[in-house]
């Protein structure tokens, strides 16, 4: 079964600053890998999503990801951080041919002024 | 219209009440689904819908009932629940069940609390 793995649970970063949250995965099949974004008391948000083709993917709000197979990653960046980015993100896995969506363990993002 | 609808917002229940939560969408997808999420965890998968036909159940307690009527309308049904149900429930939809069309889109939830 696939399985995706958040690194950091927590990360802070000053406005301006670079974003990186980190998600590694695992899957016997490709993958598709997807980033949502949670504000408090919502629901998920798509950020972005990899199925096939180009490996680096551009999402709303600046965001963008890359897909590197011989690293098992697909780790979220943005190039300066605003304040409005804080919240909850969630890195996604599912495959061709399954049903369900397997999401890592969230890393909340602050973002100090 | 892109947008996953949940009502209602808030619930409170207590453990003999029979209750449902309500979600809708109209976009033509033909999967739906059920999360339940607790504080500061991600979504757990409880159910999935495929063309109005229950293909995943997630071990999910009997006092947890979902229904499908129509492509569009997705029921959760709720009886005797226990205080440790409290949380979160998102639906969800997607084109399809698998097959590369699985991009979820998500309702903004029903807040859950079980007295």
């Known amino acids: 079964a696939q399985s995706v793995t958040q690194l950091g649970s927590h990360v802070s970063v000053s406005e301006g600053a670079l974003v990186l949250l980190r998600c590694n995965y695992s899957?016997?099949?490709?993958?598709?890998l997807f980033w949502y974004v949670q504000y408090p008391n919502q629901g998920l948000q798509l950020l972005l999503k990899?199925?096939?083709?180009?490996?680096l993917v551009k999402g709303i709000n600046g965001f963008e990801a890359e897909f590197k197979k011989s690293e098992t990653s697909f780790h979220l960046t943005k190039p300066s951080a605003h304040m409005s980015d804080a919240a909850e993100y969630f890195c996604?896995?599912?495959?061709?041919?399954?049903?369900?969506?397997?999401f890592g363990a969230g890393t909340r993002l602050t973002v100090k002024p | 219209d892109t947008e996953v609808t949940q009502t209602p917002k808030h619930l409170v229940m207590g453990m003999t009440n029979k209750k449902s939560l309500k979600c809708e969408q109209h976009?033509?997808?033909?999967?739906m689904y059920w999360y339940k999420q607790k504080a500061k965890k991600p979504p757990e998968l409880m159910f999935v819908?495929?063309?109005?036909?229950?293909?995943i159940n997630e071990s999910v307690p009997s006092r947890f009932s979902p229904e499908c009527p129509n492509s569009s309308l997705l029921n959760l049904h709720l009886h005797a629940l226990q205080p440790e149900d409290s949380a979160l429930y998102l639906c969800?939809?997607?084109?399809?069940?698998?097959?590369?069309?699985?991009?979820?889109?998500f309702g903004p939830g029903t807040r859950l609390t079980v007295l």
């Open positions: 819908y495929s063309y109005e036909k229950l293909s």
């Open positions: 976009m033509g997808h033909r999967a």
């Open positions: 899957s016997s099949v490709p993958p598709y």
């Open positions: 990899y199925t096939t083709g180009a490996t």
């Open positions: 996604a896995v599912t495959t061709y041919n399954n049903n369900d969506m397997r």
């Open positions: 969800a939809s997607s084109q399809r069940a698998g097959g590369g069309y699985n991009e979820q889109f």
